[in-house]
């Protein structure tokens, strides 16, 4: 029996663009999925998957999923003609868009697979091949969502060229947030779809909206390091703006980013594709956090209090 694990993640900024050579800021969270891998008789690989969802998200991901698991046994040079197995999947992790659920599986089953197997695949290795995992869900995944949950922790992720920059930020200590579910699941391929057809329709406007999310990440990066969460809170919060404007959030993410900013959250956006999924509230202290989560859940939104950074 293999088993392995991989984290959850929420993105701070820059999260629909890293394609494009944006940066973007994102945060393991302690929340992860397990996998088990099993010998099993027959042929080929039967999947339990247990983990808890936003309802009808599973189900709209089955087809996907079936593709990433096709994908990850492939690059591992796993014949389950030859070794049937049983994976199954469960966890703390909500499955849900927003919080890197597919990424987390990915990263999970490789991790399983290489102890089932014995193949000594390092980190690298396994990040690696939980992007390949990717494909099956984003098309092209930038490999923020799997780095972030494959290695933990706070990091400024940027691709330039075929060169991915993983750049850790420490902070003071970590940093509670809120995050709240809008109860549609987003198709994250044709978010990416979404973007490539608004450079299409104005590349200049396109171009000097990702000039200012560029500098918003770097702005937010700063803060962080001054521990100034009231700067973290307003950039963010201008950044879902932007997003707004792009008509990459949701009806639904933007009630409830209202709400939990009368409630005193220092902040709030989208966090992940967009146009539904999760939002992200910024709640430094025990008792904000605890505030704006009940006022979240008060409208029939799941929760999950989480922190950043740790």
Request: hydrophobic residues 40%; neutral net charge; glycine residues 12%.
């Amino acid at each position: 029996m293999g088993k392995g694990s991989g984290y959850g993640k929420t993105i701070l900024i820059g999260d629909q663009f890293v394609l494009y050579g944006v940066p973007a800021i994102v945060s393991a969270i302690s929340y992860q999925t397990e996998a088990v891998v099993e010998r099993n008789e027959g042929r080929g690989w039967v999947l339990t998957d247990n983990r808890n969802e936003v309802p009808g998200y599973k189900k709209s991901k089955a087809d996907q999923q079936v593709e990433s698991i096709n994908r990850v046994l492939k690059v591992m040079k796993v014949d389950t003609d030859k070794n049937p197995i049983k994976i199954t999947l469960g966890g703390s992790l909500l499955a849900g868009s927003g919080v890197g659920a597919s990424a987390a599986s990915c990263v999970s089953l490789a991790r399983a697979l290489n102890d089932e197997f014995n193949m000594g695949y390092n980190i690298e290795e396994i990040n690696q091949v939980a992007w390949e995992g990717e494909f099956a869900y984003h098309g092209t995944p930038s490999g923020v969502d799997n780095t972030a949950s494959c290695y933990g922790g706070l990091i400024l992720f940027q691709l330039q060229g075929d060169r991915k920059i993983v750049d850790q930020i420490a902070v003071r200590e970590p940093i509670r947030v809120v995050l709240g579910n809008s109860g549609v699941s987003a198709n994250t391929a044709a978010l990416d779809g979404l973007v490539a057809e608004l450079n299409k329709k104005d590349p200049a406007l396109h171009a000097s909206r990702l000039k200012h999310i560029s500098e918003q990440v770097f702005e937010v990066k700063a803060a962080l390091l001054a521990n100034d969460l009231e700067k973290v809170g307003s950039i963010i919060t201008e950044n879902h703006k932007v997003l707004i404007d792009m008509g990459l959030s949701h009806e639904k993410l933007i009630y409830l980013c209202d709400l939990a900013r009368k409630e005193g959250a220092l902040g709030t956006k989208l966090t992940g594709g967009g146009m539904g999924g999760f939002m992200l509230a910024l709640t430094p202290d025990a008792e904000l956090q605890n505030r704006v989560a009940a006022a979240i859940e008060s409208k029939g939104s799941y929760v999950i209090k989480a922190q950043i950074g740790g």
